[in-house]
């Protein structure tokens, strides 16, 4: 859901409940669009400190507490200046939101230089590329923003020191809180377009989402046109519409994310957020949260690191898939040009046959026909009539001598190429899993030592003992089994070898899916044989083993289990690469939804 005034709504209601009453403690300008203000809570309300974060970025306007700590300049700007000499340890009065606008009005008491009490508003416009935070005084006189507005800027309101502050009213919507039935009818009447554009259009504070939830509530479809619609259905459209604006009235809100569902069933990439029970998003997956808050925070920390990672690794991406095409055609060209040389040997038994059978060939024939005393059957042998018999016993020999160097040759590249393939599907598995700067550092500098990519001058500090720069550190993941069991799993490979070679002792459980790229998984035995620890252990290790591989999006993978000390690393493998020769093998489910992540 947009930042609509649904959502400002929920907002208004927690910091209500949260910081009214409370005094300013601090102030910070974090961004030239962006303001922190440090307030301590009324005694009734708990005490201690809450950070209250203000941003009117025209890209992405916010508004919500939070416990992060913003580095603020050294030199602060002129706004955030004005805004300590009046407002330090000011007291909120009260946090309003005129009607369902996208708006909130916090009123400050405080005393003047004099000594004299006064009040000051300051109000946080949440309104997309006219987003804005301004400084009022007692007659809504603008005192300063963060942003100004000039008449060659907008022809509706001007924005700047002095000027009357007021609320454009340039579509003339409605307040649907306090919309009657005769109201909304003659709305819904009067519209020929989708009842839920018309509801946008309409009305101030709804998103498009909203909307469309309460057509869904209706039980009626999206693409009807609203003035079509018999009284019946406008009755069911009005008592959803009344319904949901008599919770938002109430303060009756219920945070929650919704996911998109992955392979697993699991919650996977955030797609939207509420306020309101969205009942039209049934295939995702419902995060509950305790509070506007933090749901906002989670939400777009999750957005950013999902598009963020994701446009980092673009590049990754590429070049592994541009590489792994080539290695792929590379791989199909040669086994082609080996099973052409299969036939080799048929050559090699051609010229023995003619040096064997040659005087009986007449000269200027063109083939002959001989018994071949491997087979005991004929042979028929065709020939190059300006040849004689062992000069066409000699061609075939060369023939066959240079397709057995072929094959020899192609045997070597064919390993080699299918080496570089599962190396490059197992780093593009790894890129599937990747979550932070540390990880894909991990994966790009594993390319540059494998010689994918050329190395780079990172402006990071040097490492004195091994002279080269120091890659952000990043951690296999930990997981605990429901028996308490420690599960190690490798996010890149890297990680891989760390896990199996460095961190698992010889009696510890090592886990990976069966003929496919995925994580190396170790499950911690605690000195303990294969025989003591719990089976349900050995299923949810697999299920992580199942989870991080390239079969994540079946329901089940096959999955070799062995003791850490039978796997070994040849001499001079790429990274992650192992052998075994004995292992066991359990089919396990990629459900991981029950596995509880450890944050070392």
């Given at each position: 859901?947009?930042?609509?005034?649904?959502?400002?709504?929920?907002?208004?209601?927690?910091?209500?409940?949260?910081?009214?009453?409370?005094?300013?403690?601090?102030?910070?300008?974090?961004?030239?669009?962006?303001?922190?203000?440090?307030?301590?809570?009324?005694?009734?309300?708990?005490?201690?400190?809450?950070?209250?974060?203000?941003?009117?970025?025209?890209?992405?306007?916010?508004?919500?507490?939070?416990?992060?700590?913003?580095?603020?300049?050294?030199?602060?700007?002129?706004?955030?200046?004005?805004?300590?000499?009046?407002?330090?340890?000011?007291?909120?009065?009260?946090?309003?939101?005129?009607?369902?606008?996208?708006?909130?009005?916090?009123?400050?008491?405080?005393?003047?230089?004099?000594?004299?009490?006064?009040?000051?508003?300051?109000?946080?416009?949440?309104?997309?590329?006219?987003?804005?935070?301004?400084?009022?005084?007692?007659?809504?006189?603008?005192?300063?923003?963060?942003?100004?507005?000039?008449?060659?800027?907008?022809?509706?309101?001007?924005?700047?020191?002095?000027?009357?502050?007021?609320?454009?009213?340039?579509?003339?919507?409605?307040?649907?809180?306090?919309?009657?039935?005769?109201?909304?009818?003659?709305?819904?009447?009067?519209?020929?377009?989708?009842?839920?554009?018309?509801?946008?259009?309409?009305?101030?504070?709804?998103?498009?989402?909203?909307?469309?939830?309460?057509?869904?509530?209706?039980?009626?479809?999206?693409?009807?046109?609203?003035?079509?619609?018999?009284?019946?259905?406008?009755?069911?459209?009005?008592?959803?519409?009344?319904?949901?604006?008599?919770?938002?009235?109430?303060?009756?809100?219920?945070?929650?994310?919704?996911?998109?569902?992955?392979?697993?069933?699991?919650?996977?990439?955030?797609?939207?957020?509420?306020?309101?029970?969205?009942?039209?998003?049934?295939?995702?997956?419902?995060?509950?949260?305790?509070?506007?808050?933090?749901?906002?925070?989670?939400?777009?920390?999750?957005?950013?690191?999902?598009?963020?990672?994701?446009?980092?690794?673009?590049?990754?991406?590429?070049?592994?898939?541009?590489?792994?095409?080539?290695?792929?055609?590379?791989?199909?060209?040669?086994?082609?040009?080996?099973?052409?040389?299969?036939?080799?040997?048929?050559?090699?038994?051609?010229?023995?046959?003619?040096?064997?059978?040659?005087?009986?060939?007449?000269?200027?024939?063109?083939?002959?026909?001989?018994?071949?005393?491997?087979?005991?059957?004929?042979?028929?042998?065709?020939?190059?009539?300006?040849?004689?018999?062992?000069?066409?016993?000699?061609?075939?020999?060369?023939?066959?001598?240079?397709?057995?160097?072929?094959?020899?040759?192609?045997?070597?590249?064919?390993?080699?190429?299918?080496?570089?393939?599962?190396?490059?599907?197992?780093?593009?598995n790894a890129l599937e899993f990747s979550t932070t700067d540390a990880d894909l550092s991990q994966i790009r500098r594993e390319m540059e030592e494998s010689g994918y990519l050329r190395r780079r001058y990172t402006g990071q500090k040097k490492d004195a003992k091994k002279g080269r720069?120091?890659?952000?550190?990043?951690?296999?993941?930990?997981?605990?089994?429901?028996?308490?069991?420690?599960?190690?799993?490798?996010?890149?490979?890297?990680?891989?070898?760390?896990?199996?070679?460095?961190?698992?002792?010889?009696?510890?459980?090592?886990?990976?899916?069966?003929?496919?790229?995925?994580?190396?998984?170790?499950?911690?035995?605690?000195?303990?044989?294969?025989?003591?620890?719990?089976?349900?252990?050995?299923?949810?290790?697999?299920?992580?083993?199942?989870?991080?591989?390239?079969?994540?999006?079946?329901?089940?993978?096959?999955?070799?289990?062995?003791?850490?000390?039978?796997?070994?690393?040849?001499?001079?493998?790429?990274?992650?690469?192992?052998?075994?020769?004995?292992?066991?093998?359990?089919?396990?489910?990629?459900?991981?939804?029950?596995?509880?992540?450890?944050?070392?």
């Open positions: 859901m947009a930042f609509d005034g649904i959502t400002v709504a929920g907002l208004c209601k927690e910091l209500q409940d949260t910081v009214t009453g409370g005094r300013v403690y601090k102030i910070a300008q974090t961004d030239k669009n962006e303001l922190v203000l440090t307030i301590r809570p009324a005694v009734e309300q708990g005490g201690g400190q809450v950070r209250l974060y203000l941003s009117a970025d025209p890209s992405l306007p916010l508004v919500y507490l939070t416990r992060v700590s913003r580095q603020a300049p050294l030199q602060a700007p002129a706004f955030c200046m004005l805004l300590r000499k009046h407002l330090q340890n000011a007291r909120i009065l009260s946090i309003e939101q005129p009607g369902l606008e996208r708006i909130l009005r916090f009123r400050f008491e405080h005393r003047n230089e004099m000594g004299d009490l006064c009040t000051h508003v300051l109000a946080v416009e949440i309104m997309g590329k006219h987003s804005n935070i301004i400084f009022l005084d007692d007659k809504d006189m603008i005192v300063d923003s963060i942003r100004h507005v000039s008449s060659l800027v907008s022809s509706v309101r001007e924005v700047l020191p002095g000027r009357p502050y007021f609320i454009p009213d340039t579509q003339s919507k409605k307040n649907p809180l306090t919309e009657t039935r005769e109201g909304f009818f003659h709305v819904i009447s009067g519209g020929h377009m989708e009842a839920a554009k018309l509801l946008v259009r309409s009305y101030t504070g709804f998103s498009p989402v909203a909307a469309q939830e309460i057509v869904h509530r209706a039980g009626l479809s999206q693409d009807r046109s609203a003035a079509m619609l018999p009284d019946s259905e406008k009755q069911s459209l009005w008592e959803c519409f009344e319904s949901l604006t008599r919770e938002i009235r109430e303060g009756h809100f219920s945070p929650e994310m919704y996911c998109r569902r992955n392979e697993t069933g699991s919650a996977g990439a955030p797609v939207d957020f509420s306020l309101i029970p969205l009942s039209h998003y049934a295939d995702c997956v419902k995060v509950p949260y305790e509070s506007p808050s933090v749901l906002l925070e989670d939400f777009y920390a999750r957005k950013n690191l999902y598009t963020r990672i994701r446009q980092r690794s673009a590049d990754l991406r590429h070049i592994v898939q541009t590489i792994l095409e080539r290695d792929v055609h590379k791989y199909d060209l040669q086994c082609r040009q080996i099973r052409d040389t299969e036939k080799r040997d048929k050559y090699k038994v051609y010229g023995e046959l003619l040096n064997a059978y040659g005087y009986s060939i007449l000269p200027g024939a063109d083939s002959c026909e001989v018994d071949n005393y491997y087979t005991g059957e004929k042979v028929r042998i065709p020939l190059d009539p300006t040849l004689s018999a062992q000069q066409n016993a000699q061609k075939y020999f060369d023939r066959y001598a240079r397709m057995k160097r072929t094959h020899e040759a192609l045997t070597r590249l064919t390993v080699e190429v299918k080496a570089e393939i599962d190396h490059l599907r197992s780093i593009q720069a120091r890659a952000p550190q990043s951690k296999p993941l930990h997981y605990l089994s429901s028996d308490g069991y420690d599960i190690y799993v490798g996010k890149n490979n890297t990680q891989n070898d760390e896990i199996t070679f460095r961190i698992a002792d010889g009696r510890d459980i090592w886990f990976h899916a069966n003929d496919m790229p995925g994580s190396h998984v170790l499950l911690r035995s605690g000195g303990k044989s294969m025989d003591e620890i719990p089976d349900r252990a050995f299923e949810e290790a697999a299920s992580l083993a199942a989870y991080y591989s390239s079969g994540r999006s079946q329901d089940k993978v096959e999955i070799d289990y062995l003791e850490r000390r039978n796997v070994k690393k040849p001499s001079g493998a790429a990274p992650g690469f192992v052998v075994y020769y004995t292992n066991y093998s359990i089919l396990a489910r990629t459900d991981i939804s029950g596995l509880r992540e450890v944050n070392d």
